[in-house]
Structures are given as C-alpha cells and as structure tokens.
C-alpha cells in the first residue's frame, strides 16, 4: 500500500512496501516528466553513497510509465521541523553533536565524488527530536536535477518567480553554486553546512533569506554572530570554537573552506555531551539567579541561569534541558527556552 508523505521542489514523496524484504521504503518520483533522464541520472550517482548518516538510495524502477527512485525511508522530520519548529536555535553542545554526524554523512558523499548540491535543513533527516538518535542526508538522488534547475536559474535574473528548489536553498548556497553553477566542487557542500550550523546556533540565516541575500553572499558577509553565543561562560569555550569552524566553512574562496574530512577531524576534537533531552516548564524564579524546572508526576529540577542559552526563560516558559544528579535535586545544563 502506498501513501503520500509529501512533495518538494522537484519532486513527490510516498511510502511503500517493499514485499520481497518485508519493509517500508520512500518512493520519490519527479514531477516534470522532462527530468525523468536526469532523475535516472541522480540515481545512480547516489547509489554510490554508503553510510549511516545518508539516507540509503535503494534501488530504481520504471513501473506505469513513471520512475521511482527507491530510498531508505527515514521515520523522522527534517531538521527544519524536528528542531526549528520549536526552537529559536540551539545550545552549543546540540550543534556540536550535528555538526559530527552531518560532516561524517557528507565526508562519505565526498568520498564517493558526490555533490550533493542542494543542501538545505529540508534535506537532513532526524529521529528522536532533540536527542537526535539519527541523523540522516537525504536527497541526494536529486543532485542532478537539481544542478539543472539552479544552473537555469542562474542564467537568469532572481526574481520572486523563481523555483521554489531554487528559492529554498539559495540562503544556503556557496557564491560559486550562484555564479557558476555548472562548475562548483565539493567545497559547495562545505558552505553549505556551515550557512546551516550558523542557523542552528544562532537562530538566524548568515546572509539573511530572500534576494537581498545574493549579494552579501558573493561577498562573504554574514552577519555578526549574536552576543548571547559568546558571552555566557557555561558555553564560551564550545561556541567559540564552532564559530571558528562555521567561520572557515564560510570562506569566499573555496580553497580556503576545510574538507568534509578535516571538518569530521575538527568535531573529533570538540567536548561536548549528549546527555537526554527533556522538556519542562520554569516553575520558580528566585532572586532573578535560580528557580526550578516542572514536568508532571516528576521531581522538580534545579536551574541556575549561568546554565541558560539565549534568552532568559520567565515563569511558564517552556525549556528543554540535560539535568544530572544532585543534592536535594537534580541540577539542570543546559536550558534552552522554547518558542
């Protein structure tokens, strides 16, 4: 039986069955018959692609006239709506542990010559929300169309008609992905994850949305990062050092971004836990420095707000937050307020 899951901007998602191994598998179709060579295409380039940070591409059929590409159904949300839906950005520590398993998944891409190209949150799967048990990088399968649809793009002017492929991830594209579409290399990839960990950490997009955005691209000139990343002590040492990575994967001059590989090697280095998340609501504020955390039918968690991201939580704001044992209660690190 199958079912539709979704769509995006080149093409249908369904679920099915797979009855000869007993599973459920992501059916993805092109919606302009006139991709179907180039979807074939993409199909085989991402079925050189192994590894448990990209989503598996399976197999590729012809069936009524239409071709399927066969994927690994992933039972999550992308990361767009697993964790920005309810949060305005992420502590330190989450980004740190997304940076790791995304750099892995795309250092496997790059290994096998792979150009993802059109890497955007929409694209990178996640199960088990802010615990992030997997991380996955879909679409792949894609690659070739959409290489064709932003080189079409580019060799026009942008205007508020252009694709929606293109639209939704030119916040995310490397000046040359822009300006020569046709002939980028795998540092694309590179910018493109460092413009989605500066958004995860920041809650904002380093060149802003929209067509404004084209030009501070070309530039190299995102924004300054928000004071709140840097200033609270819990959190200087990790933050500073993934503004300097985020940094680097920024660089104009694709020479100067870092590979996927020497990106995986640097988060090898970073300290950070991976405690569970929970979720919770701010009970109590004393003396504007501590209070306590509440979740039902469980024992209130102790707060200091040196353990705060961002935003200071008021009493009834909804957190989410690590806790670790302690006298007379367990102690809370980090809290981050949620939208």
Same mark, same amino acid.
């Given at each position: 039986?199958?079912?539709?899951?979704?769509?995006?901007?080149?093409?249908?998602?369904?679920?099915?069955?797979?009855?000869?191994?007993?599973?459920?598998?992501?059916?993805?179709?092109?919606?302009?018959?006139?991709?179907?060579?180039?979807?074939?295409?993409?199909? @085989?380039?991402?079925?050189?692609?192994?590894?448990?940070?990209?989503? =598996?591409?399976?197999?590729?059929?012809?069936?009524?006239?239409?071709?399927?590409?066969?994927?690994?159904?992933?039972? /999550?949300?992308?990361?767009?709506?697993? %964790?920005?839906?309810?949060?305005?950005?992420?502590?330190? +520590?989450?980004?740190?542990?997304?940076?790791?398993?995304?750099?892995?998944?795309?250092?496997?891409?790059?290994?096998?010559?792979? @150009?993802?190209?059109?890497?955007?949150?929409?694209?990178?799967?996640?199960?088990? /929300?802010? #615990?992030?048990?997997?991380?996955?990088?879909?679409?792949?399968? @894609?690659?070739?169309?959409?290489?064709?649809?932003?080189?079409?793009?580019? &060799?026009?002017?942008?205007?508020?008609?252009?694709?929606?492929?293109?639209?939704?991830?030119?916040?995310?594209?490397?000046?040359?992905?822009?300006?020569?579409?046709?002939?980028?290399?795998?540092?694309?990839?590179?910018? &493109?994850?460092?413009?989605? %960990?500066?958004?995860?950490?920041?809650?904002?997009?380093?060149?802003?949305?929209?067509?404004?955005?084209?030009?501070?691209?070309?530039?190299?000139?995102? +924004?300054?990062?928000?004071?709140?990343?840097?200033?609270?002590?819990? +959190?200087?040492?990790?933050?500073?050092?993934?503004? &300097?990575?985020?940094?680097?994967?920024?660089?104009?001059?694709?020479?100067?971004?870092?590979?996927?590989?020497?990106?995986?090697?640097?988060?090898?280095?970073?300290?950070?836990?991976?405690?569970?998340?929970?979720?919770? #609501?701010?009970?109590?504020?004393?003396?504007?420095?501590?209070?306590?955390?509440?979740?039902?039918?469980?024992?209130?968690?102790?707060?200091?707000?040196?353990?705060?991201? /961002?935003? =200071?939580?008021?009493?009834?704001?909804?957190?989410?937050?690590?806790?670790?044992?302690? &006298? /007379?209660?367990?102690?809370?690190?980090?809290?981050?307020?949620?939208?």
């Amino acid at each position: 039986m199958n079912s539709f899951i979704g769509e995006g901007g080149m093409q249908y998602v369904y679920q099915a069955a797979d009855l000869v191994l007993d599973r459920l598998v992501a059916l993805k179709t092109p919606k302009e018959g006139s991709a179907e060579k180039r979807f074939h295409r993409s199909a @085989i380039v991402a079925a050189r692609v192994n590894h448990p940070n990209v989503a =598996k591409t399976l197999d590729y059929i012809y069936t009524e006239e239409r071709p399927y590409l066969v994927e690994e159904l992933v039972h /999550g949300q992308d990361l767009k709506d697993a %964790l920005l839906t309810d949060a305005n950005y992420l502590d330190p +520590f989450l980004v740190a542990k997304i940076a790791h398993h995304f750099a892995k998944g795309l250092a496997a891409s790059h290994h096998a010559n792979v @150009i993802h190209r059109d890497l955007k949150p929409t694209n990178v799967m996640i199960t088990g /929300g802010f #615990n992030i048990l997997e991380l996955k990088i879909t679409d792949f399968g @894609i690659a070739k169309m959409a290489e064709e649809e932003i080189a079409d793009a580019a &060799s026009k002017d942008i205007t508020n008609s252009t694709s929606a492929t293109v639209v939704g991830a030119l916040p995310y594209m490397a000046p040359e992905a822009i300006e020569t579409p046709r002939d980028i290399s795998l540092k694309a990839d590179i910018w &493109s994850m460092g413009a989605m %960990l500066y958004e995860l950490l920041t809650g904002q997009k380093p060149f802003g949305a929209g067509l404004k955005a084209v030009r501070l691209i070309s530039e190299g000139k995102f +924004f300054p990062f928000p004071d709140f990343v840097t200033t609270n002590p819990q +959190f200087r040492h990790l933050a500073k050092e993934l503004i &300097s990575l985020i940094k680097q994967c920024l660089s104009v001059d694709p020479v100067d971004r870092p590979s996927a590989d020497q990106v995986v090697a640097t988060c090898e280095t970073l300290c950070y836990p991976v405690s569970e998340r929970e979720f919770g #609501n701010i009970k109590d504020i004393r003396f504007d420095k501590w209070g306590f955390i509440t979740q039902p039918n469980k024992q209130d968690t102790f707060y200091h707000v040196n353990s705060v991201y /961002g935003k =200071k939580p008021i009493i009834g704001s909804r957190v989410m937050y690590s806790k670790y044992p302690g &006298s /007379g209660a367990d102690r809370a690190l980090p809290v981050v307020k949620l939208k």
